[in-house]
């Protein structure tokens, strides 16, 4: 099993949520691109890309995150609700990352 780039996986721990992502793309330090594999939660997964841009002495970070929920008649309805907490979830994320750089 490869530990960084592409092929990776990485297991994600987000406000009790778990998330198995394999590295699909690593152009450190500009871009990151990955795809869930596994979720209680159940999705289809197309593409996570994350975009890194110098910034004085920051960085911007433009995320995107491409998925389905397939389940049938109400997926359509569900999907809202999961974009809304998917936000939740990568905002903790970038805080949980931010503690860790500013320690």
């Known amino acids: 099993m490869v530990d960084t780039g592409v092929g990776a996986l990485r297991l994600v721990r987000i406000l009790g949520v778990a998330f198995v992502e394999e590295c699909v ?3 450190r330090p500009h871009r990151f691109e990955y795809r869930v594999k596994k979720s209680i939660i159940p999705i289809q997964h197309k593409i996570g890309t994350m975009d890194f841009t110098a910034c004085g002495t920051a960085t911007d970070l433009h995320w995107v995150s491409s998925f389905e929920l397939p389940i049938p ?3 359509w309805l ?3 609700v999961l974009c809304h907490i998917f936000t939740i979830l990568f905002q903790e994320f970038l805080n949980q990352a931010k503690a860790i750089l500013v320690a």
């Open 25 to 27: 793309t690593y152009d």
């Open 78 to 80: 569900l999907a809202p």
């Open 73 to 75: 008649l109400i997926g």
